[in-house]
C-alpha cells in the first residue's frame, strides 16, 4: 500500500495519529486563506464577456465532477446557450498550450476528462494548465456565450461568476480537516460561500451538511458498448454471463463495482488509482468472461481492444431545480453585462 493510499484511507476512517498534522493543517490554511484573497483581489473587476461557471469540490478524490459538467452542458445547450468547456487536462501533456481538444486528439496530450466531454458532447473543449489562458483562448476561437471549467474551484487566477461545488455523497467531507490532516483542500465553511452545491447520491447515499439547499444527482447506467465493434446493449438486453471483470481507474472504483452489482452482475472489481492508464495485462485475466470498464477509461485503450471489452454508458441525472436556477443567473449576468457595455 502506498503513502497515498494510507492517508486516503486514514481521512475516512477514524485515525488517531493524524492529529499529529493539524499543526500543518494550520499553516495550510493560512497559506489558503491568503493566496485565495490576493488572487480574488486580482480577478474581482476582470470578468470575461461570458459568465463562467465553476464546478470543482473542496476534496481530494474523484466525486462526479465531470459527468456532472457534461449534463449541464447537454441541458444547456437544450436551453438555446452555446457551452464551452475548460479544463487543466489532467494527465495529459501537450507541447503547445491552449490546446483545443478534437474527438481525434490524442489523450497524451488533452488528458482522459476533456477528451470524454469532447467526444460525448460535441461542444468545444480547450485546455490549459493556466486556466484564464484558456477561456480566453475557447472566447476567441469558439462561439460560445458561458463557459463551465471542469474542475478549477481553486484555480483563483481565473475570474468566475457561478461556483458549484460536487461532493461524493458516499464519503462525504472525509474528517472534514484540511490537508494532510484531512481530504480537504478548503474548509467546510467554504460550502456557504458557494453558489450550489450538488450531491452524487448514485448509491442512495445521505450527506448532511449545514447549508441552506443541497442539489442532487445520481449516474444513471443507460447502456453497454462493444469497444471493438461499437455495437450497443440496452441494460435489459444483456444476455451474456453474467459473471463479469470489472476494470475502473476512477476516483471511485467502489462506486462503479455497486452499479454493476445493482444490475444484476457477480462482478470481479480490479481497481487502479484514478487516471491511470490500463496497459493490455491489466485487461487480460485469463479467462472467456465479459470485462466491463468505465467510458473514461475507454478513451485511453488502443483502438485494436479485446472483443470482450464493453464499455459501461452513464449519464447524470439532475434531481433537483438546479438548471432552472443556473439558467436564471445566467440570463441576469448576461443581462447585466448588456447593461454595463451600453
Known amino acids: ?68 459538467v457534461m449534463a449541464l452542458v447537454s441541458e444547456l445547450k437544450q436551453r438555446g446557450f452555446s457551452p464551452g468547456v475548460v479544463s487543466r487536462g489532467y494527465g495529459g501533456y501537450s507541447a503547445q498550450y491552449p490546446l483545443s481538444v478534437a474527438l481525434d486528439t490524442s489523450f497524451h496530450l488533452s488528458g482522459d476528462e476533456p477528451l470524454l466531454i469532447a467526444r460525448s458532447n460535441c461542444c468545444p473543449v480547450v485546455v490549459d494548465p493556466n486556466r484564464p489562458e484558456a477561456v480566453k483562448h475557447l472566447l476567441n476561437n469558439f462561439d460560445c456565450n458561458v463557459v463551465l471549467s471542469d474542475d478549477g474551484l481553486q484555480h483563483y487566477r481565473m475570474h468566475r461568476d457561478i461556483e458549484i461545488v460536487v461532493i461524493d455523497g458516499a464519503k462525504g467531507l472525509g474528517n472534514r480537516c484540511l490537508l494532510p490532516a484531512g481530504p480537504l483542500r478548503e474548509p467546510e465553511s467554504r460550502l456557504s460561500q458557494v453558489d450550489f452545491v450538488a450531491v452524487n447520491v448514485t448509491q442512495c447515499d445521505e450527506f448532511e451538511a449545514t447549508i441552506k439547499k443541497l442539489d442532487k444527482f445520481s449516474l ?23 459473471c463479469v471483470h470489472a476494470v475502473a481507474a476512477i476516483g471511485t472504483p467502489k462506486r462503479f463495482e455497486a452499479t454493476l452489482i445493482s444490475l444484476g452482475f457477480n462482478v470481479t472489481l480490479h481497481a487502479f488509482n484514478d487516471h491511470r492508464v490500463l496497459c493490455p495485462k491489466e485487461l487480460s485475466f485469463g479467462d472467456d468472461l465479459d470485462i466491463i470498464i468505465t467510458a473514461k477509461d475507454a478513451v485511453k485503450l488502443s483502438p485494436n481492444p479485446d472483443a470482450k471489452i464493453w464499455v459501461l454508458e452513464v449519464k447524470a441525472e439532475i434531481q433537483t431545480d438546479l438548471v432552472d436556477r443556473l439558467e436564471a443567473e445566467l440570463i441576469a449576468l448576461n443581462q447585466n453585462r448588456a447593461l454595463s457595455s451600453s
Open 1 to 68: 500500500m502506498s503513502l497515498e493510499d494510507v492517508f486516503t484511507r486514514a481521512w475516512y476512517e477514524p485515525s488517531w495519529w493524524l492529529k499529529l498534522m493539524w499543526p500543518l493543517s494550520l499553516i495550510y490554511r493560512l497559506i489558503t486563506l491568503v493566496r485565495r484573497q490576493y488572487l480574488t483581489l486580482l480577478t474581482k473587476d476582470k470578468p470575461y464577456r461570458v459568465p463562467v461557471v465553476v464546478v470543482g469540490n473542496l476534496n481530494i478524490g474523484g466525486t462526479g465532477k465531470t459527468p456532472l
Open 220 to 242: 444513471s447506467p443507460i447502456s453497454f458498448r462493444n469497444l471493438l465493434t461499437g455495437q450497443t446493449k440496452q441494460l435489459g438486453e444483456w444476455r451474456k454471463n453474467t
